[in-house]
């Protein structure tokens, strides 16, 4: 996904992973709220394609850091459910699209 946006040139894309082996890259630990959280500060649009077990943290983030965009690729639905009744009662300009890297099965 990184290596797309960064072809358009017209996006200044962050990566982050727990490792950070190759250039680019920024490590994070996505369990640690703190390093979240600065992360989210920097970025517009938010793309995760993390783990079950951390995507709500990275939702949460987004959801309180407010207007910013979230596309969630994962198939969590528990975090997917309460992210979205702490999103709507919130009203902060996010707009926050969870699963939408689902395939579409035939």
């Not at 970025?43 to 969630?72: E, W």
């Amino acid at each position: 996904i990184r290596e797309m946006l960064q072809e358009h040139k017209r996006f200044n894309v962050s990566c982050y992973d727990k490792i950070s082996t190759e250039a680019g890259v920024t490590e994070l630990d996505a369990s640690n709220l703190d390093q979240i959280d600065e992360a989210v500060k920097k970025a517009d649009i938010i793309i995760s394609a993390l783990p079950y077990n951390v995507t709500k943290n990275i939702a949460m983030s987004v959801a309180k850091a407010g207007n910013r965009i979230y596309l969630d690729l994962t198939e969590d639905v528990y975090a997917a459910q309460e992210l979205i009744a702490y999103n709507v009662s919130q009203a902060n300009g996010s707009i926050m699209v969870p699963h939408c890297g689902l395939l579409q099965h035939h």
